[in-house]
């Protein structure tokens, strides 16, 4: 059973992107609270939050909220909004929960132990699914299922049909999805020479315009010997 866990919470009168801001600048996280008759907004110490959070590999966890210090509500956290750079809470949603009724959940994945396709047949593990779509009561409810992959071979494949879990949890996910998968390295693809040219040196392209300018610039100086030397015969005179 999922360890128990508790926030304290108030009513939040106000809303809106500036109430909200104003709100974590004075240490408080904005959230709602989603239910069968409506939703309610609320505000977490942001402290006591994010203490929670550090102490969870997953953020798919069942609480139980204490509002106002009466009533208190079993909730599953849906979602958390963080900033885009820095990844801080931003936002939370709840969503009510009976203890008695199954819920549908999403369970991250987590491999275990090392595969003989990478350690004896020098192939590479690739995790294909992240996340298994389940269905359970909220009291069975896991931070994440941990799947033995130490017998997968290379070329092999595990399939979601493959998994074996407590039958206290009804897999949802497709069971053709893979799930992780040995493959061998990828060659470093290296190009051939074409025929023919082994050793030739690279030839450098003509300039046309280049050698144009040349032939003129020779082709004048021609032009102007003549002329120089009549000029000079006519100095001695």
């Known amino acids: 059973?999922?360890?128990?866990?508790?926030?304290a919470a108030s009513k939040r009168?106000?809303?809106?992107?500036s109430a909200s801001k104003v709100l974590r600048r004075s240490g408080w996280l904005?959230?709602?609270v989603y239910g069968e008759n409506g939703s309610r907004s609320i505000q977490i110490n942001r402290r006591a939050f994010d203490t929670m959070l550090h102490h969870h590999t997953s953020e798919n966890l069942i609480v139980d909220l204490s509002i106002d210090g009466g009533e208190v509500v079993k909730a599953l956290l849906r979602d958390v909004q963080h900033e885009a750079v820095m990844g801080g809470v931003l936002h939370a949603d709840f969503i009510e929960v009976s203890m008695t009724r199954k819920m549908r959940v999403t369970i991250p994945i987590t491999l275990k132990g090392e595969p003989v396709g990478v350690s004896q047949q020098s192939g590479i593990?690739?995790?294909?699914?992240?996340e298994l779509a389940v269905e359970c009561l909220p009291g069975d409810l896991i931070e994440s299922f941990d799947v033995d992959v130490a017998n997968l071979a290379l070329g092999h494949t595990l399939m979601v049909r493959d998994l074996v879990l407590d039958p206290?949890?009804?897999?949802l996910t497709s069971g053709d999805v893979a799930v992780a998968t040995v493959v061998a390295p990828r060659e470093e693809k290296v190009e051939?020479?074409?025929p023919g040219t082994e050793g030739a040196e690279?030839?450098?392209p003509e300039v046309i315009g280049k050698k144009k300018e040349e032939g003129e610039a020779a082709e004048g100086a021609a032009k102007e010997e003549p002329k120089k030397k009549e000029e000079a015969k006519k100095e001695k005179k």
């Open 1 to 7: 059973m999922a360890k128990e866990i508790k926030l």
């Open 13 to 17: 009168e106000v809303r809106g992107t």
């Open 30 to 32: 904005p959230a709602v």
């Open 125 to 130: 593990l690739e995790q294909v699914l992240r």
């Open 168 to 171: 206290k949890f009804t897999i």
């Open 192 to 194: 051939e020479p074409v």
């Open 202 to 204: 690279a030839v450098q």
